[in-house]
């Protein structure tokens, strides 16, 4: 239950709910369980008429207070005998009416609250997502993320809300019930409820199996998820390379795999039904067998009224104890699910704002330096870079050139601050990447990926994604028109309302580019790192792209990352990456002088050219 405990701030949140919730359970309680002490004299009060004897009021100190009260104003008025039974018959109804309307209470408020649990949790791990690193999403499937956000969220619904629900309704009602059947006779009390030790017993050991089945079951469940998230987003990979059988037997695997564990898993829970039928039965058996034998012998004062109370009792209680399987059950999954999540909200991101980035930078006019870099990725042990030191100056354009491998991208995304260098230091200006708060430093750099991602909306919001406001109609197009997408975008049908579909799939390679690149460039940022933003587009559109960069950048830090070469735009220096270290620096014309790898790149281009 420790790690349920995670719930109770939640709970503390919507206290009035569930103290009104745990009120109305009581209530409901209160008044249903009169029904058995009336119906306990009305059976007392006809046989009584039936034998004509005297009326017997043995049993009326034990009786609820407000039960008395009815039975004295009955007597007292000296109702005829149908009058009695119409009467009481009324009241029962009457209590059934009162006890259904608090239990209807009783489910607005700890349901409804419970609902709300549900959705402030949803909130909150899926805001905890967004903070995590990009190493976290490295080594965590997408599926597996979903998984837990949805499926284990729900089961720890079902804990805060109809579990707790029943947990309290099964505490009020054997409460009740055994208060007054100790009342009314200890001795056919201890009788009824003997089975209860092996209850116990059987519930504890179910419990065990069902924790460790639905651990598995969850497990299963998130690989589940994964496999078919990845076959849906790479459905062009596997229809292009014929593996739709292959694929589907694969999930067929993990979902027989799942339906076993969920099928393992049914049956031992269905272990609980027929146990509480059983001991259900065992008690009222016991109850009217033993009180039948005091009623006969006439001892301990039992009635046959007192029987049927008993028998009533039982009955009332056997909804609740039937229950507990069925709550046991949600509460193991609850736990499994909810250490589930603990393993993510307990995880803490390794890129956030310390004491000393809280103070806004500002990059205009800054230079940025890199000492001594070196990166090591944590989940393959991969060197991408070695002792990497350059400078660029505030307004220079440079080339980041390389072969695939050699480290390029690692640096845009080490200046991004999306990981955190396992040596040496970035600066921009005099502050250290890593002081500058995250949000600023990437709302100030505009940056292009080498791996397009474009969400399903329309293009203008695509194209505005990275604004705090509304994009105004005539940015989105300017930006467009830079990028050299604007003339794709009026042949679309609906133009810039058309929505792009998931990944930016109903899009040509270059449009996704092109589309990118003007979400980069809206943002009108002080720093532009472009990552072989232009692999996908002809040469004449390259060539308008590079044309509107090169006016687009003028004043501005770029980093162009590629293994190509533009000839169109002009830098100020080449960095030259071999292997994560540095082979060269120096001007284009410097280093086209020389005899190298940019040197023999440049000309072989010039040649296809």
Not at 5 to 25: D, P, T
Not at 186 to 192: I, S
Not at 275 to 291: E, K, P, R, W
Not at 353 to 382: C, M, R, W
Request: proline share 2%; aromatic share 12%.
């Amino acid at each position: 239950m420790k790690h349920l405990s995670a719930i109770n701030k939640y709970f503390w949140k919507y206290r009035v709910r569930l103290l009104l919730g745990v009120v109305f359970i009581i209530l409901s309680n209160y008044f249903r369980i009169l029904s058995p002490q009336v119906s306990g004299y009305i059976i007392n009060k006809v046989e009584q008429h039936l034998s004509s004897a005297a009326v017997s009021h043995h049993g009326n100190q034990h009786y609820n207070i407000a039960v008395t009260s009815f039975i004295d104003a009955l007597e007292n008025h000296q109702f005829t005998f149908s009058n009695v039974v119409i009467l009481c018959g009324v009241t029962l109804l009457l209590l059934a009416l009162i006890g259904g309307f608090f239990m209807f209470l009783m489910r607005q408020t700890i349901i409804v609250m419970s609902r709300h649990i549900e959705y402030d949790q949803k909130n909150e791990v899926y805001q905890h997502y967004q903070m995590l690193d990009m190493h976290f999403y490295k080594t965590h499937n997408t599926g597996d993320l979903m998984n837990r956000i949805t499926e284990d969220v729900s089961r720890i619904r079902m804990y805060t809300g109809p579990a707790v629900m029943y947990f309290i309704n099964l505490t009020a009602a054997i409460g009740f019930s055994v208060y007054f059947m100790v009342q009314e006779n200890w001795r056919l009390t201890l009788f009824v409820l003997s089975p209860l030790p092996v209850l116990a017993i059987t519930i504890y050991y179910v419990n065990t199996l069902i924790n460790k089945k639905s651990e598995r079951i969850q497990s299963q469940l998130s690989s589940l998820t994964t496999t078919a998230q990845e076959s849906y987003s790479g459905i062009r990979v596997i229809k292009s390379f014929v593996q739709e059988k292959a694929t589907k037997m694969f999930f067929d695997n993990n979902s027989e795999e799942y339906k076993t564990s969920a099928i393992g898993l049914a049956k031992v829970e269905s272990i609980y039904f027929p146990a509480m039928g059983l001991l259900i039965g065992l008690s009222t058996l016991l109850t009217i067998a033993v009180g039948g034998w005091y009623y006969v012998h006439h001892q301990y004062n039992v009635t046959a009224g007192t029987i049927a109370e008993f028998v009533l009792y039982i009955n009332f209680i056997t909804f609740p104890v039937s229950a507990i399987g069925w709550t046991a059950s949600i509460v193991q999954r609850a736990i499994v699910s909810q250490r589930r999540l603990n393993e993510f909200l307990d995880t803490k991101p390794a890129i956030y704002d310390t004491k000393t980035s809280l103070a806004p930078v500002n990059f205009a006019g800054k230079d940025i330096k890199v000492e001594h870099l070196t990166y090591v990725y944590q989940n393959t042990g991969i060197k991408a870079l070695n002792d990497v030191s350059f400078q660029i100056k505030s307004g220079e354009r440079v080339l980041l050139f390389g072969k695939t491998g050699s480290g390029k991208s690692t640096i845009a995304q080490l200046l991004l601050h999306f990981y955190n260098a396992t040596e040496g230091k970035i600066f921009i200006g005099d502050t250290e990447v890593k002081d500058i708060p995250v949000h600023q430093l990437r709302e100030s750099i505009g940056f292009i990926p080498q791996d397009i991602f474009l969400f399903s909306d329309t293009v203008t919001d695509n194209i505005g994604f990275g604004l705090h406001a509304v994009a105004d109609t005539k940015e989105v197009e300017s930006a467009a028109m830079m990028a050299g997408v604007h003339k794709d975008i009026l042949g679309f049908k609906e133009q810039y309302n058309t929505m792009i579909g998931e990944r930016g799939v109903t899009l040509s390679g270059g449009q996704k580019q092109r589309i990118s690149i003007a979400r980069a460039l809206i943002k009108k940022p002080d720093i532009v790192i472009l990552d072989d933003c232009l692999s996908a587009v002809d040469a004449k559109t390259e060539q308008e792209i590079v044309g509107n960069l090169d006016r687009f950048l003028t004043g501005k830090t770029a980093i162009i990352i590629t293994h190509r070469i533009f000839t169109h735009l002009k830098f100020d220096k080449v960095i030259i990456l071999e292997d994560g270290a540095i082979k060269e620096i120096d001007t284009p014309e410097a280093l086209l002088q020389r005899d190298n790898y940019y040197a023999q790149m440049y000309h072989l281009q010039m040649a296809k050219n």
